[in-house]
T-cell receptor, first 113, second 115 residues
Framework: DADVTQTPRNRITKTGKRIMLECSQT?????MYWYRQDPGLGLRLIYY???????NKGEISDGYSVSRQAQAKFSLSLESAIPNQTALYFC????????????FGPGTRLTVL | AQKVTQAQTEISVVEKEDVTLDCVYE???????LFWYKQPPSGELVFLIR??????QNEISGRYSWNFQKSTSSFNFTITASQVVDSAVYFC????????????FGQGTELSVKP
């Protein structure tokens, strides 16, 4: 079984809809991250969390919110989806600190029409 | 500010050619870490290597090798005798010691290896 899972893997939604992307990990890591990938821009950090009570904004947090329900679960929400949020979203985990390899989930391809 | 630049957007080679992917970074941290990830057409991100700023030794792993030069702030990746299965997007990334483990990614280089 994969160590980092993301659901759904693909999602098509309409402008204005609320959508939640979920991430679960079995690696026992404290640190979790959400990134967004756009063509030609690489990956950019949306939010990250060091534990269930420690959540931080990343480079591009506007229009997104997160919830760390447990050490193993970190969800990303789009409160009112817009077309420019169409992207590939990745969840990642790392044991940290201070810096360690990040292990990525398989990604969620989101399309907002 | 931290920044990673992969100036090569796309590279196309013929199988068995050697190819080098360039990565230049900027950081004010004295301690930092550099990474390379591979993203094959299937879309997942595969970790290839992690290097810390105090270890400038070059590394070789099979057909892959990495050249880290602090003097030029570069961390280049060479594939020797490329194969079709090497076709992917390759990302270089940087994390500063006190940056909470956040990765700063370059734009990626799309490598196409033709038979």
């Amino acid at each position: 079984d994969a160590d980092v899972t993301q659901t759904p893997r693909n999602r098509i939604t309409k402008t204005g809809k609320r959508i939640m992307l979920e991430c679960s990990q079995t690696k026992g890591h404290d640190r979790m991250y959400w990134y967004r990938q756009d063509p030609g821009l690489g990956l950019r950090l949306i939010y990250y969390s060091f534990d269930v009570k420690d959540i931080n904004k990343g480079e591009i947090s506007d229009g997104y919110s997160v919830s760390r329900q447990a050490q193993a679960k970190f969800s990303l929400s789009l409160e009112s989806a817009i077309p420019n949020q169409t992207a590939l979203y990745f969840c990642a985990t790392t044991p940290g600190p201070p810096v360690d390899t990040q292990y990525f989930g398989p990604g969620t391809r989101l399309t907002v029409l | 500010a931290q920044k990673v630049t992969q100036a090569q957007t796309e590279i196309s080679v013929v199988e068995k050619e050697d190819v080098t992917l360039d990565c230049v970074y900027e950081t004010r941290d004295t301690t930092y870490y550099l990474f390379w990830y591979k993203q094959p057409p299937s879309g997942e991100l595969v970790f290839l290597i992690r290097r810390n700023s105090f270890d400038e030794q070059n590394e070789i792993s099979g057909r892959y090798s990495w050249n880290f030069q602090k003097s030029t702030s570069s961390f280049n990746f060479t594939i020797t005798a490329s194969q079709v299965v090497d076709s992917a997007v390759y990302f270089c990334a940087l994390s500063g010691y006190n940056q909470g483990g956040k990765l700063i990614f370059g734009q990626g280089t799309e490598l196409s290896v033709k038979p």
